[in-house]
């Protein structure tokens, strides 16, 4: 066992900055901002602050109190907590159940990290400068058809990942997230900026923020469940490893706020940045992940300054890639790390070398293994389908049902600064309103 002295985070700022880095991902960039277009607009919005309040902020508060609890590892952390409340140490398997998750699900977001390098790189060549339809396509297509090149891509950012976290918390997991969230928040801000130049900014906004509640339906209030629930990185372990090194005296609840508040703006201000480019170049709007990597790409190289405006999108991508990706890294190292004798950064080569070795097996779905499937799905499509459709809500829902129903109820409520009335509201979502609200989201996605 390592006897490693348990780091900290040196401020509530800095803890901020890491776990609205890890919540900051892909899926913000333009799956959120698309699904509120798409769902009724600022109706969606609401009812997305409602489920993120009932089912997303409850759970994200039960990691951290965990995490800070145990001031361990997830594993090991929900061990000790289920022996001193007197249950079955078996509570540890929710633990190994988000390191895992986290583990298998950076194996296939570091590939689509490396495409994000790989059109960065491709920005600055000018690749893109005047390419028709058929060209960017071809791109594309010929990127996932090359092993190499994919595995380039995936080694590439890997290295990145590896290198920032084997620096441990202080100066690698904060370091990194103090350059990177303020430099996606500028580059953020000065592609809106432009938005505002197309003619086509209040198209935008009307696209999100008009209210149609007529769009609004069961399947609408589970997609904003379930974007509430993924969106905060919850059920990977992630927010467990954060919380351990948090101090007593920062406000649970309070954090979790600010959390939510600074990843849905960021969603929300994203879509101001892409759809105007979308709605001024008449762009498909329901082209999903595709049109990251093939629409917007068309417009970028049709347009004036269109190098410039498509290297800072892509180095967008790449940072919000790689702030979540060192978070999904972080519990696997720590488990690594205080479960063997390994140093800090021995754990993190290890545990980086087997994410990268099983990212290889995903990378090859598209082109050499295309043609090897489990259960229908090819390698890819499979780490996806096992880790979203079932680790990470059954440990998020094992996380809150933990919290709210085995830990000694007195002791949460002062842990979280809770008076009468708080009391009972926590008690209610925590014990019902969320664990019903996961469990709704698992049923569905199925």
């Known amino acids: 066992m390592s006897n490693t002295q348990h780091a900290h985070w040196s401020s509530r700022l800095t803890f901020i900055l890491a776990a609205t880095g890890s919540a900051v991902g892909l899926g913000n960039i333009w799956k959120f901002p698309y699904m509120v277009g798409d769902s009724g607009g600022a109706a969606f919005v609401l009812i997305y602050l409602l489920c993120i309040g009932l089912v997303g902020l409850p759970i994200l508060v039960a990691e951290w109190l965990v995490g800070r609890r145990g001031q361990k590892n997830p594993a090991n952390s929900m061990a000790d907590l289920a022996r001193s409340a007197g249950a079955s140490r078996s509570w540890m398997i929710v633990g190994i159940s988000g390191i895992l998750g986290a583990f298998l699900i950076l194996s296939f977001y570091s590939v ?49 990942v590896i290198g920032i976290v084997a620096r441990g918390v202080t100066k690698g997991l904060e370091g990194a997230v103090r350059s990177l969230m303020p430099a996606l928040g500028v580059l953020l801000v000065v592609l809106v900026g432009y938005g505002m130049t197309t003619g086509y900014f209040g198209e935008a906004l009307g696209f999100m923020f008009n209210p149609d509640f007529g769009k609004v339906d069961g399947s609408v209030v589970l997609a904003a469940m379930g974007q509430a629930f993924f969106t905060l990185s919850l059920g990977m372990g992630i927010m467990m490893a954060y919380g351990s090194y948090l101090n007593e005296e920062i406000n649970l609840l309070k954090t979790a706020r600010t959390v939510i508040i600074l990843d849905t703006l960021v969603a929300l201000v ?95 779905a598209f082109n050499v293994w295309g043609d090897v499937l489990v259960f229908g ?15 990470l809500p059954l440990t998020g829902l094992m996380a809150i049902i933990f919290v709210a129903w085995v830990l000694d109820r007195d002791s949460v409520r002062r842990e979280l600064g809770l008076g009468e009335t708080g009391a009972m509201v926590w008690s209610v979502v925590s014990r019902f309103i969320a664990p019903i609200g996961v469990i709704a989201v698992f049923v569905s996605s199925l």
């Open 112 to 160: 689509i990290g490396g495409w994000s390098l790989y059109y960065t790189l491709s920005s600055v060549t000018g690749a893109f400068s005047g390419q028709d339809a058929d060209g960017i396509s071809a791109l594309f297509t010929g990127m996932l058809a090359s092993p190499g090149l994919l595995l380039a891509g995936h080694s590439v950012f890997m290295l990145l």
């Open 270 to 364: 994203s879509g101001l940045a892409i759809f105007p480019i979308v709605f001024a170049n008449g762009l498909d709007l329901s082209s999903g992940p595709g049109l990251i990597f093939v629409t917007l790409p068309l417009a970028f190289g049709n347009m004036g300054g269109g190098v410039i405006l498509s290297l800072m999108f892509f180095l967008l991508l790449t940072f919000a890639a790689l702030t979540s990706a060192i978070s999904l890294l972080e519990p696997v190292v720590e488990f690594v790390e205080e479960r063997t004798p390994l140093s800090r950064i021995a754990s993190t080569l290890v545990a980086g070398a087997a994410t990268w070795a099983l990212g290889i097996a995903a990378l090859l």
């Open 377 to 391: 799905l090819n390698i890819f499509d499979l780490l996806d389908t096992v880790t979203s459709k079932f680790l």
